[in-house]
Every structure is written in structure tokens, then in C-alpha cells.
């Protein structure tokens, strides 16, 4: 037998070899071409440089060319445009990993109801936020700190004088708080958040980066005292399911659709982006020739088909991206803690593997 | 300019014999090696093998990157030693490790797909053992390595329904031969006794208190169930001692039979540990006759089982130079060997590790610090003078108790505490989980990660079953002795016939799904590239 797969083997290895040959030839005739990199003056590579762009370019812009007179005349011929390349990008390319989520997943789902935020998020207990900082707080600290409450409904700020976190914890425990937030402020600049679940939920510590106050964006509106409503993006894993859900115990669970304010957590590699907006469906008059659809609605009324439904958004409130550093188990405890997930340096060997 | 042509020559120069050398070798290299070109160069390098060397080496000669070192030594080991495998050895051991090369193979091949590069877990699998792991939902679960499955170790078995108020606080294995059984203590205050080769639910007693206390109140934090004492005695009866949160430590002895009838419990022998403070560890040494108990606010002390009395207690450690007093905090410990129990590890919530001897002082004998987490678990070397201690924030490691010096940290990725740490009582592996829910197994040696097992869940405690192991080889062994009568040859052909098989089979499975992808692409395009068509030319000549 060992010999009869020696043959097979040898076989394939001829037929891999005739495409293996063309291939080395063209790479070993590519080798040959001087590479702007090899070329030590740098006024000449950066010209040779240049000029590799632009043809780059104009390839790139040919091909493009190339593809939508493709896609017009198959159009055109009523046959079907042939599929459009998928980019590949690093998160559909990211590595496989077997904590994600499946909706299928008994275990799952017995664990959400087991889990600290049930009792919120199932509408026993109303969600009710405090809110403090660090121990320094100016500028910039208290600004976010109000447009935060504007977001968030039923939050409470509280000065944070002098007092440990821990003696905070069990003061929030006491006036029957659901959560705690930590706003972290350094060089007047806030830099972390802390979400701490209560009476004994896990404790997240997240990095705050590019923050944008509302007064800084351009054309922003402000928000009404509706309850939100919640948009979680991406949270696919296991990890990133409990930081959804850490999120989502923040908010009452019976948005005010009439105030027609969304707040967004996007998770995108691993980086939470937060955004805040109203919207407003408008009704604009469409023109004649648009779709099928509006035809098929001709028939029942002129008036509607005129009519067109659209969404218009307007950003307000802050602007800003989270990161997970850790998720503690228990309240907040520095010393004492155990981690439920803490990065670690070692994690960072791929650009393609993410944990939420 | 002319400078830069006259190098570029001479390189081409230089590198032309290569070139031919590397054209010829080509036209006997694999088909994957086709796929091969794809990759970057200096991977395509590596790749390609001069063809006087065996079939099986080429293949261990793809799995080395430059860029990894170490990849060739850590996938490619002897499954028997443990130790990497030379290129001359690789012949003998071909028909070893036939499974973990069509294990590598795969991931290989998956890599080729996803053609970026994405490094995958570098797990070289296990030997065959048998892990049974207890969470927080109150579910068991057996974990299982087989030699023939490529010795990735996978979820055989669950037992219970999901519900958080059975959440295992802890739990202990009986490792006999005939009968083993498993104790398991759960939140709402129950003690389970299941026979860990089925599961089957042997006794079920509440854990009987102080009158008026919750159970939720007054966990269960220790549970150990006695070995020898029911080997000796032959009616089906086992002892238990427990040890609640609040100090309350009870030993019983159960008549286990089926859950449906009465089960009488009979002589409770019960007393306090401590008068306050709260109990977050304890153990029984490996003679069953003396157990240590420590906790928040408890100094460990050391209990006779026989005689219900308290034989031993440590005292602080004295202030340190600023005048700073750490309060007593023991969050793990374990005896440091089966034979004596007069020496012990005791781990605090102040990342402290201290060796106690009792026979010498009541403070400890050595102490030193790792890192800056609570120690969360310690486990001994039954053998030898090693601990592996891991913390709150899931570094492992195993430490030289006799010098308190770090041997060496346990690398993979790990990120959550680590709440148990067993050690396997025969091969050279222990087993660690915690919350961040998987179940890792590691080489003590090399200390490198075998394998790692999502477990869905925060994992509280993991069980070796030494047992499974034998079950195996003579499995195995009988297997061979009905064979033996027939032919020596016969047998060899027959084990190496089943591998290849199996491995060729699957390219061709592919060629097939590659065929017709092909075809629909013909159908659908009506376009193609060159190197598609003359694939599937290739192919059509198989």
C-alpha cells in the first residue's frame, strides 16, 4: 500500500509541477525589474516611485472602466451582471473563532437569564445610573459628563469628593442603583470609563478615546428627554455579548419611539464607536422614472406614488470610541479582582484576531 | 544608475543556478505545493524540498515558517516523549504521527484558503485523557482526548440541565477503579453524588446546617470525598467531609444507592473551624487524615479527621519594615505531598506564596509574591518539589517550592482567572480553566499549551479521570492480541492502509467540490484564468 501511494504521490507531483514552473519563471523575470527600493538616491526612486503610482493608477482606474461597461452592456442585454468582487477586508477575513455567538446555542441563552443583567433587562428592576469622575475633574470632564446624562435617562451625577470607589459601590448598592459609571479625566481630558454593574456585576474598563463634544459638531441637534432607543452593533462573541449587554442594562428597556433619538455602539475590531442622533422621516415628492415599485403603487393612487419616505438623520449629543481593557468579575476591586478577560500582549500576534 | 543594472546582474547571476536547481526540483513536488506558489516567497522557499527526502519530512518541512522558529519543534513533536522530532527519526515515526500530519495538513490547507496568512493555535494535541469540568450553570461535562481523533480533546458528554442555582461551588472525584464516584456540592445547597462514568445520579443530600441558615448564605467551599475507607469497607457507603463558608465542617458517611429510595445518613461528626471570618480553602492530605482549612480572616489551621481536633494553626507573618500588617487572606492551598502532611502551600489575596511546615514554625517556612493578582489556584507535583499556582488574572506558572524560584510561565493566550488546576495523575499534563471558560491542557515539560477546549461557560473546577487512560491501551492491547495470531505484515498493512486512506480521500473530495465550482464558474463567466483550466486539465488526467 505504501508503494501504490508513493505512485499516486509522484503523479501529482508532475502534474503540480508544469503550473509551478510558469509561475517561478514570471516571479524570477519580476525579480529582474529594479525595484524602486533598490535604487539608493532618493530624488531618482522617489521619481521612479512616482511613476509606479500613477501607472498603478491608471490601471486600477482601466479596469474599473472595464467592469462597469461590463456590467451596463450585460444591463443592457438583459442577462445578469456578472457578481461583483467582494474587497477583502480584515474583519472578513478575521481569524475563526469558536466563542461567537450561534443563535442556536441552548447554553447561551440559559446563561443570559442567569447572568447579572437579567433582572434589568427583563423589566424587574428600572435601570438607574450614578455617575461621578476621578478624583480631578475640569473643563472638558463635567461637559462630557452632562451630555452623557443627556443620553443616558435616569442618571445621577454625584461629585466625586474624596471618597474610595468602593465606599461609592456600596453607597449606589444602598439607594438601589443598577449601575455605576466612572468617568476617568487626564490633563482635563477624559480617557476612561469605568461601567460597574450592580449589586454584583462585572466590571468593565474600557479606554476613551476621540472624544467630540456636542458644541464641536457641526449642525448638531439637541436631544429631546425621550427614553433612546439602543443600537448595538457587531457584538458577536462571547465576551463582546456580555459587553452588549453591560451596554444595554444602561438604558430602559422601553424606548420612547416618539422621540425618535437613537444612541449607536458600534463595534468594529474591537473598538466601540458611540454615536448619538435624531432622525425624522420626511415625505419628498419622487420623480417619474424610479422604480417598479412606485408603478405597482400607481395603480391604487396617484397621490402616494408621488410621494417618497425618507429617513434624514441628525447627529447630537457626544461622539466618542471605547476600547476594552478589562472586564472584572464582581465590583470594582483592584487588588483583590479576578478578571474574566484582561488583555494581554500575547493576544496581539494577528491584526485579524478580535474579541468582541 | 549603471552601478545599480551591473548589481542587479550579478544577483541574477548568482541566483541562476538556484533558480534551475528550484525548476527541477519543481517537477516533483505536490499539488499543494501548487497552492504552495501562492504564498509569499520566502515561504514558497521553505516549501520546496529536494525530492531524495520522504514524503513525510516534506510535509514537516512546509509546516516550518521562517518567521516562527519554534513552529516546527512545537507542532511536529514525538507523541511518546513528548520531544521534537529530528528529520532522521521522522521515518520511524511515521506511522505515529500519521494523525498529526493529516491533522496539520488540514489546518494547512485551511490556511491556504484564507489566503492571508493567519496564524492559527499551534496545539500539537493530546495524549488520551479524560477531563470532567463543573460550571457555573451547575452543568458537568467530559472532555475527551482520543488517540485516533488527532488527539484534539472535545466535549463527549454533558450532564444536568443549565440552571444557575446548581452552580458547582465545589467538588470532588473518587479515582477508584471499580465504581468511581463524584461529589459534587451546588448552590442551593444540595450534595450530589454521580457516577462519573454515566452520570447517573447516585445520592442527593441537603447540606443539614445550624438550623435557620440559607444555604445561599452558607456555601459549601470544601468537599472531599474519601477514598480508601470504602475500598476497605465493601457495602456501598462513602464518607464525605464538607466545610461551609461560615466554618461549619461535617464529616458523614452515605449509603449510596438509588436516588428513589430513603438514603440514611449516619454518623455526622461536625465541628467549627473557625469562630469568625469566612472559608475560601480547604484540602485533605493525600493519607486522608488530616485536612487544612483557611480563608478571609482565618489563619490556616490543620484539623486530625480522626480525632475532630485542631493539631495546628499559623500565625501572621510579622509586620513588614513600614510597619504594614496584610490581613490574613488564604484564598488556596494544597498539601505538598501525599506522603506528608506537615508541609504545605497556602496562597493569599495579597499575591502571596508561602510554604508552611509545621513541623518547624508557625510562620511560614518561605514565602515569595507573583505577580499582582489574588492566587486563585495551586496545585502540587505529587513527584517532585514543583507547584503550578495561577491567579486572578490567568497567568500560570510553576514555581521550585524548594528555592521559591519561577520555573517558568505557562504562555497561551489565557485571559481569565484561573480557578482549578489539576494535575493528571499519570502523563506529564495538568489541566487548567477558569472564567474566561476554556479548559487548556499543557505540557509540564515544556510547558507549552496542548490543546485548549471552549467550554461555553465560567468553569469552577476540572477532575482528571486517571482510569481512562488504562481503558484505552487495553483496549488496545486486546485489540492487538486477537489480531496477532493472523500476520505480523498483515496487521502493519492494515494500520498503514487505513491513514493513507483516509487522507486521500480528502483532497480528492475536493478536487471534486473544485471540479464543479469550476464548472458553475464556466457556466455562469464563461471566463477563466489560465491556471484554473490547466487545474482542472490536471485533474481530468487523474
Not at chain 1, 466612572?182 to 474600557?206: Q, S, Y
Not at chain 1, 422614472?289 to 447627529?315: F, M, N, P, T, W
Amino acid at each position: 500500500m505504501g508503494v501504490k501511494r508513493k505512485k499516486s504521490e509522484a503523479e501529482e507531483l508532475v502534474e503540480g509541477g508544469k503550473s509551478n514552473d510558469k509561475n517561478i519563471e514570471s516571479s524570477y523575470k519580476k525579480k529582474r525589474e529594479i525595484l524602486p527600493s533598490m535604487i539608493k538616491n532618493k530624488e531618482k526612486r522617489s521619481i521612479v516611485h512616482a511613476k509606479m503610482k500613477q501607472e498603478k493608477k491608471l490601471e486600477k482606474r482601466k479596469k474599473l472602466k472595464a467592469r462597469d461597461a461590463n456590467e451596463k452592456r450585460a444591463l443592457e442585454l438583459g442577462e445578469e451582471p456578472p457578481p461583483r468582487a467582494i474587497p477583502r477586508t480584515i474583519e472578513n477575513t478575521r481569524e475563526l473563532d469558536e466563542t461567537v455567538c450561534r443563535p442556536d446555542d441552548e447554553e447561551l441563552f440559559a446563561g443570559n437569564d442567569a447572568d447579572e443583567f437579567s433582572s434589568v433587562l427583563k423589566q424587574e428592576r428600572t435601570p438607574k445610573i450614578l455617575m461621578t469622575t476621578c478624583r480631578y475633574n475640569s473643563t472638558r470632564g463635567p461637559a462630557f459628563i452632562k451630555e452623557l446624562q443627556a443620553v443616558i435617562p435616569n442618571a445621577h451625577y454625584f461629585k466625586r469628593g474624596t471618597y474610595d470607589l468602593k465606599k461609592i459601590v456600596d453607597y449606589a448598592n444602598k439607594k438601589d442603583f443598577t449601575s455605576i459609571i466612572v468617568v476617568h479625566t487626564n490633563r482635563r481630558e477624559p480617557d476612561a470609563l469605568l461601567m460597574i454593574g450592580l449589586p454584583n456585576g462585572p466590571t468593565a474598563h474600557f479606554k476613551l478615546s476621540k472624544l467630540v463634544l456636542r458644541k464641536e459638531i457641526k449642525n448638531h441637534g439637541n436631544p429631546t428627554g425621550h427614553k433612546p432607543e439602543l443600537v448595538l452593533n457587531n457584538f458577536t462573541t462571547r465576551l463582546g455579548h456580555r459587553i452588549g449587554r453591560l451596554i444595554q442594562s444602561l438604558f430602559p428597556q422601553d424606548p420612547e419611539f416618539r422621540g425618535r433619538r437613537v444612541a449607536t455602539f458600534h463595534n468594529q475590531r474591537d473598538f466601540i464607536f458611540f454615536r448619538h442622533h435624531r432622525y425624522i422621516f420626511e415625505s419628498k415628492e419622487s420623480k417619474g422614472s424610479d422604480s417598479k415599485v412606485k408603478k405597482v403603487k400607481d395603480a391604487k393612487g396617484e397621490k402616494i406614488a408621488q410621494e417618497r419616505v425618507i429617513a434624514r438623520l441628525q447627529e447630537c449629543g457626544p461622539r466618542f470610541t471605547l476600547k476594552l481593557i478589562s472586564l472584572q468579575h464582581g465590583t470594582f476591586d483592584t487588588k483583590g479582582g479576578e478578571f474574566e478577560w484582561v488583555h494581554k500582549p500575547e493576544m496581539d500576534t494577528s491584526r485579524r484576531r478580535f474579541f468582541l | 544608475m549603471i552601478q545599480i543594472s551591473r548589481s542587479s546582474d550579478a544577483r541574477s547571476k548568482s541566483s541562476d543556478p538556484e533558480v534551475t536547481r528550484r525548476s527541477g526540483s519543481t517537477k516533483k513536488t505536490s499539488r499543494v505545493l501548487a497552492v504552495s506558489t501562492l504564498l509569499p516567497l520566502y515561504r514558497r522557499r521553505a516549501a520546496i524540498v529536494p525530492p531524495s527526502l520522504p514524503v513525510a519530512t516534506s510535509r514537516f518541512r512546509r509546516s516550518f515558517s521562517p518567521s516562527h522558529p519554534h513552529q516546527f519543534e512545537a507542532k511536529v513533536s514525538c507523541p511518546i516523549c513528548k520531544g521534537p522530532v529530528r528529520e532522521k527519526q521522522v521515518k520511524g515515526f511515521k506511522r505515529l504521527l500519521l494523525p498529526f500530519i493529516a491533522k496539520e495538513e488540514q489546518t494547512q490547507t485551511a490556511c491556504n484558503k484564507t489566503m492571508p496568512r493567519t496564524t492559527t493555535v499551534e496545539c500539537p494535541g493530546c495524549p488520551p485523557l479524560r477531563a470532567i469540568t463543573f460550571d457555573s450553570l451547575g452543568l458537568i461535562k467530559v472532555v475527551e482526548a482520543r488517540g485516533e481523533r488527532g488527539g484534539a480533546p472535545s466535549v463527549v458528554e454533558r450532564w444536568g440541565d443549565p440552571d444557575a442555582s446548581k452552580c458547582v461551588l465545589a467538588a470532588s472525584f473518587d479515582d477508584t477503579k471499580h465504581d468511581p464516584l463524584l461529589a459534587v456540592a451546588r448552590k442551593n445547597g444540595l450534595i450530589e453524588i454521580i457516577n462519573s462514568l454515566n452520570g447517573d445520579l447516585h445520592v442527593s443530600i441537603p447540606n443539614v446546617g445550624d438550623a435557620g441558615v440559607q444555604p445561599e448564605d452558607d456555601g459549601i467551599v470544601g468537599l472531599h470525598l474519601f477514598k480508601r475507607r470504602r475500598q476497605e469497607s465493601l457495602s456501598r457507603s462513602c464518607t464525605l467531609l464538607t466545610c461551609s463558608t461560615k466554618g461549619n465542617a461535617s464529616m458523614r458517611s452515605i449509603e449510596v444507592s438509588n436516588p428513589a429510595e430513603s438514603t440514611s445518613v449516619d454518623s455526622i461528626k461536625s465541628w467549627n473551624v473557625c469562630g469568625s471570618g469566612t472559608v475560601l480553602c480547604s484540602k485533605v492530605d493525600g493519607n486522608e487524615k488530616y485536612a487544612l482549612f483557611g480563608g478571609k480572616g482565618v489563619e490556616v489551621n490543620v484539623w486530625d479527621l480522626e480525632m475532630c481536633t485542631k493539631i495546628w494553626t499559623a500565625k501572621a507573618p510579622p509586620k513588614n519594615s513600614l510597619g504594614i500588617f496584610t490581613p490574613t487572606w488564604f484564598t488556596s492551598a494544597t498539601f505538598l505531598s501525599t506522603d506528608d502532611h506537615r508541609k504545605f502551600v497556602a496562597g493569599t489575596n495579597s499575591h502571596q506564596v508561602r510554604l508552611y511546615d509545621t513541623s518547624a514554625q508557625r510562620r511560614p517556612v518561605m514565602s515569595f509574591d507573583f505577580r499582582e493578582t489574588p492566587i486563585k489556584a495551586i496545585a502540587e507535583e505529587p513527584e517532585g518539589y514543583n507547584i503550578y499556582i495561577g491567579n486572578g488574572s490567568g497567568d500560570l506558572a510553576s514555581v521550585d517550592i524548594r528555592t521559591g524560584k519561577l520555573l517558568g510561565c505557562f504562555l497561551g493566550k489565557c485571559s481569565g482567572s484561573i480557578r482549578s488546576i489539576a494535575r493528571h495523575p499519570t502523563l506529564p499534563v495538568i489541566a487548567s480553566c477558569g472564567l474566561d471558560s476554556y479548559l487548556r491542557f499543557w505540557d509540564i515539560k515544556t510547558r507549552q499549551l496542548l490543546s485548549a477546549v471552549f467550554m461555553k461557560q465560567h468553569l469552577l473546577e476540572v477532575v482528571f479521570d486517571s482510569n481512562f487512560d488504562d481503558k484505552e491501551v487495553t483496549h488496545a492491547a486486546s485489540d492487538v492480541l486477537v489480531q496477532e495470531p493472523q500476520n505480523m505484515d498483515e496487521i502493519q498493512e492494515d494500520e498503514t492502509e487505513t491513514e493513507p486512506v483516509k487522507r486521500k480521500k480528502t483532497p480528492k473530495v475536493k478536487d471534486e467540490s473544485k471540479k464543479r465550482a469550476s464548472k458553475e464558474n464556466e457556466e455562469s463567466k464563461k471566463l477563466k484564468s489560465k491556471k484554473k483550466s490547466k487545474r482542472v486539465k490536471a485533474e481530468s488526467d487523474d
